[in-house]
Structures are given as structure tokens and as C-alpha cells.
């Protein structure tokens, strides 16, 4: 299970800029360079927890390492295709298979319990849930 200074670590190995400073929109985002290398940007100041900054990191770790970019004129399917890409690599390494299911079969069964337990947010917890119980990364948001 990865947590935040195991993921600095990961883009410093695999040469993965990854920088601080203040997006207007997103609290991260990446982009692949001319050179083919991928850059990171952080926004902390629109983050309020470390499982938050973990998340978002991960996230962009996993368009860097499956190299799935787009651009403001893709289409939507091909966006969303990028993003499951990116966040079924981030759930791999932030809630992986073996440990998800023994924390539930140790009594973890709500989706705070396991945020907690992985140290991710609510959010991506539900993203992990449903894809290791339906194989895919949809979910209800109401439910």
C-alpha cells in the first residue's frame, strides 16, 4: 500500500516532475512534455487533508504512467477513458486487491472505515469499492 512519501518517492525514480504552486481551477493536474516526460502540478492550498494530496497525486501518477492525456478538444468518451485509465492505476497502488479485501473480512465495511484504513478519501474509496466488487468504476453517488 503506497502512501504519500512512497508516491514523491515514485516520480522522483521515474524522473516525474512534480511541483507546488496555485491552479486556478483543479487542485492537480499533469501533462506529458515535448521530451515525452510527464510534469505534475499540486495545488496544497486547495487540498485540507494528506489523503486528499495522496489521492490527487496518485491520480496524476496514473496519467503519467499509463501516458493517458488529452486535450481541451477530446471528445468526452475519450477523456473518460484517460481518467478510469489514471484512477484504476491509482487504486491499484492505494487500496491494492489483497489488502482491501482483508480489511473487510477484518470488519471494515463501511466506506469511511476503509478511507481511513488507507488513508484515501471517501470518494476515491467508493471508486476502489466498486471496482473490486464490479469490476468497473461507477457508482452511485446518492447511494
Same mark, same amino acid.
Given at each position: *500500500?503506497? =502512501? $504519500?512519501?512512497?508516491?514523491?518517492?515514485?516520480a522522483?525514480k521515474?524522473?516525474? &516532475?512534480?511541483d507546488?504552486?496555485s $491552479?486556478p481551477?483543479?487542485? %492537480? +493536474?499533469?501533462?506529458?512534455?515535448? &521530451? @515525452?516526460?510527464?510534469?505534475?502540478?499540486? &495545488?496544497?492550498?486547495?487540498m /485540507?487533508?494528506?489523503?486528499?494530496?495522496? !489521492?490527487?497525486l496518485?491520480?496524476?501518477?496514473?496519467?503519467? /504512467?499509463? =501516458?493517458? #492525456?488529452? &486535450?481541451?478538444?477530446?471528445g +468526452?468518451p475519450?477523456?473518460?477513458?484517460c481518467?478510469?485509465?489514471? =484512477?484504476r492505476?491509482?487504486?491499484q497502488? +492505494? !487500496?491494492?486487491?489483497? /489488502? #482491501? #479485501?482483508?480489511? !473487510?473480512? %477484518?470488519?471494515c465495511?463501511?466506506?469511511?472505515?476503509?478511507a =481511513?484504513y #488507507?488513508?484515501v478519501t471517501?470518494?476515491? *474509496?467508493?471508486?476502489? *469499492?466498486?471496482?473490486?466488487?464490479?469490476g @468497473?468504476?461507477?457508482?452511485?453517488?446518492?447511494?
Open positions: *500500500m503506497a =502512501d $504519500l512519501l512512497y508516491l514523491y518517492k515514485y522522483e521515474h524522473h516525474i &516532475d512534480v507546488w504552486f $491552479l481551477v483543479t487542485p %492537480s +493536474l499533469s501533462v506529458k512534455l515535448p &521530451d @515525452n516526460s510527464c510534469a505534475i502540478g499540486i &495545488d496544497p492550498w486547495k /485540507e487533508t494528506i489523503a486528499e494530496e495522496t !489521492v490527487c496518485a491520480h496524476e501518477l496514473g496519467h503519467c /504512467e499509463t =501516458d493517458s #492525456f488529452y &486535450d481541451p478538444t477530446t +468526452l475519450v477523456k473518460q477513458k481518467e478510469n485509465r489514471a =484512477d492505476w491509482a487504486i497502488r +492505494l !487500496v491494492p486487491r489483497r /489488502e #482491501f #479485501f482483508r480489511a !473487510v473480512e %477484518s470488519g465495511t463501511e466506506v469511511w472505515q476503509l =481511513d #488507507f488513508n471517501e470518494e476515491f *474509496m467508493r471508486k476502489a *469499492m466498486c471496482y473490486y466488487t464490479n @468497473n468504476l461507477a457508482y452511485n453517488l446518492y447511494s
